[in-house]
């Protein structure tokens, strides 16, 4: 099956999409570890969701208050929305009140690769890849976001609802999506101007002092 051939294919794929979505890896703890991803145009990065893999909302804010990790906050709905937007450009046009899309992944693997790769595969089985996770929506409410891969249909989700998610529910294969303004990642400690898009970005933020 095509989709076999993804783990081999999916960096030189994701190449093509990348400059539309402008999404590049960030090294997080170590050179090489790629463990984040920056977007360049809003200078916001993005943990990969095998980091935060079967954490419910309330073990990631416990993880980023103090925690294995400290610092990295929820994305605001805007923000997820717009990464989703960003990537899916021309492949999937968002509806409100429509949050779970089936795309042909033959079709569109360009922009499911680059999803994969950048915002990170949480779980694997076979042909299956787990690649979203959950966030709060603006009024506090839990939500599916993110691509499922099986066989050779994605299913795409934006705000999905469901009535066991809430701020405790966790299962194998489900992260919790966290970002950082700067300042976290070792590629942005020794770079921090790669951020410069953000305004919450340390390197636009004065010293007091």
Do not use: C
């Not at 492949?91 to 680059?114: H, K, L, M, P, W």
């Not at 839990?142 to 066989?151: Q, S």
Request: hydrophobic share 40%; proline share 2%.
């Amino acid at each position: 099956m095509k989709l076999i051939k993804l783990l081999g294919m999916i960096a030189l794929l994701s190449l093509t999409q990348a400059a539309q979505a402008e999404l590049i890896h960030s090294d997080y703890k170590s050179d090489g570890d790629e463990l984040a991803s920056l977007d360049v145009s809003t200078g916001i990065e993005w943990l990969k969701l095998s980091e935060s893999n079967n954490m419910s909302i309330t073990d990631a804010k416990n993880a980023s208050n103090g925690g294995s990790l400290d610092g990295w906050r929820l994305p605001t709905d805007n923000e997820l929305k717009g990464l989703l937007s960003d990537v899916f450009a021309g492949v999937i046009n968002f509806r409100e009140g429509v949050t779970q899309y089936a795309i042909n992944y033959s079709t569109y693997e360009d922009a499911v690769n680059t999803w994969l790769d950048f915002i990170g595969v949480a779980r694997t089985d076979g042909t299956k890849f787990w690649a979203f996770g959950f966030a709060e929506d603006d009024s506090g409410k839990v939500d599916l976001n993110g691509v499922y891969v099986n066989g050779n249909t994605a299913y795409v989700y934006l705000d999905f609802e469901h009535a066991l998610y809430n701020d405790t529910f966790k299962s194998d294969g489900q992260s919790v999506f966290l970002v950082s303004d700067g300042g976290l990642t070792k590629s942005s400690i020794e770079d921090p101007s790669r951020n410069a898009n953000n305004p919450e970005a340390p390197v636009n933020v004065s010293s007091p002092f």
